[in-house]
């Protein structure tokens, strides 16, 4: 798994790429523990993301409550069908809000 | 060429997670598994697995675990074994789906994602090894 | 990680070779058998394959060949079968392995080399089917 | 597989890398089909050679014919023990010489 961050305006963007599952995922805790100062919206970029399991989805929904606590909006984009389908099934599409791409998110986001 | 049938062996060490997910990967490029197909049938073997390292044994004693894939005309068949304490996995608590992000629990879900994901879904104790049998759609 | 089995069907085509000798591969390398293991592994697959597709159908009617692969502990054991003609390859005539270049015919080394590379070997004809179990020695 | 040619003093040496089998034969057939002109010995560098089946052997074989009735040596070097086993279970090892690597052939033949 490889994890990437970088600001566009005032969204702060982390790419993950690769495959978020017990082994990968306290990588990703540890990524989203903290908050970059002065930001307003978080966006989990979940293009190149080809697996997720109930291990990942813990440290969305862990990152979305922080998120939440401290007046940030935490949003994903680019899921695959089957990582969509994951989020479907967890009731994670109706909690986050999930766009299809990162230029959707970032026009709605920005 | 079509493979048939997969049948792998582990120890109870999340560590042979990584071989197994190789495995997995390759046969389903092989037989060319549907892409949900293919992620549910990682997912169903991850969940079971990573549950069973991690609850089964908890006096960390070695334990054997096992997984076996069927490739049948219109879906997949796995069956994954383990001799760790008896467990029944529907017995698990459904998780509340509902809610806001501040009311949801973590965790939780690894049995219930497989459960909605298989076509057909069933446990049973068998010779001191816990045996859950599940199915997944090949027209995904 | 052990893959306990395997078990492959394909058409009686050579152009399943490519396919099934990459899966050899991918096995030989996640169960890490001994290099001369492996090779004998391929080359029963292939010798046996080939002649069934080859000499099986004379008629070209589409036929199906399954090879399964056991991986016990000191042995793999490896059943070939098809639905071609009957022929039991224990009947093959043995080369001559004596002689001068001038005088050794080219080809008829396929069985011989499996048979005696193979620590058992046997065959049956079943349910129209020729079936063929050999095994090789893990300690190669 | 992939087969390559070249000269070293008198001999004509023929490497081949990769699977001998009854789908790459037929090239390796045709490459020993003709002799090179003034070659007194050919070597077969078997050194990247990973599999050989009976229809490599078939291959082989006819070409030590050819090269017998043409008055010119053919010569194996480089085998990895499984590739030497099915020289050696099919007799071929007293038909052939086999040389452990080229160092070895070329200071025997060349
Ligand atoms: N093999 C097992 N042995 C004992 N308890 C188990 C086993 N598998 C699951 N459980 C129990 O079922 C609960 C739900 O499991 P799961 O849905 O995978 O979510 P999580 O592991 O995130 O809690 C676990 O918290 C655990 O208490
Ligand atoms: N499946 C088969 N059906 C019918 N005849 C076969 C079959 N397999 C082998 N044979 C016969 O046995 C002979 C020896 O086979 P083999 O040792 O593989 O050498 P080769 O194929 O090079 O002749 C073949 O020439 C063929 O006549």
Do not use: W
């Amino acid at each position: 798994m490889q994890i990437d961050r970088f600001v566009e305006k005032n969204v702060v963007i982390t790419t993950v790429k690769g495959r978020l599952d017990s082994s990968t995922s306290p990588k990703l805790d540890e990524f989203m523990a903290a908050i970059p100062e002065g930001s307003s919206v978080l966006l989990l970029d979940f293009a190149e993301l080809t697996y997720i399991s109930s291990a990942g989805l813990r440290v969305v929904l862990k990152a979305a409550k922080l998120a939440k606590g401290s007046g940030v909006v935490l949003a994903i984009c680019g899921l695959i069908p089957p990582v969509h389908e994951v989020f479907d099934v967890s009731g994670f599409s109706t909690l986050i809000p999930i766009h299809p791409n990162r230029d959707a998110a970032l026009a709605t986001l920005g | 060429m079509i493979i048939d049938r997969i049948d792998f062996r582990l120890a109870n060490d999340l560590a042979e997670l990584g071989p197994l997910v190789r495995a997995l990967d390759f046969f389903g490029e092989a037989v060319a598994l549907p892409p949900k197909t293919a992620h549910r049938l990682t997912l169903a073997i991850d969940e079971f697995v990573n549950n069973a390292v991690d609850y089964g044994y908890p006096d960390h004693r070695q334990g054997e675990i096992t997984v076996s894939i069927r490739h049948r005309v219109e879906h997949l068949e796995i069956v994954i074994a383990d001799d760790g304490d008896a467990f029944d996995p529907l017995t698990a608590p459904a998780p509340d789906l509902s809610g806001s992000i501040e009311e949801r629990r973590i965790g939780g879900l690894g049995v219930h994602l497989v459960r909605t994901l298989a076509t057909s879904f069933a446990y049973r104790r068998e010779d001191e090894r816990n045996v859950v049998t599940l199915a997944l759609a090949l027209d995904a």
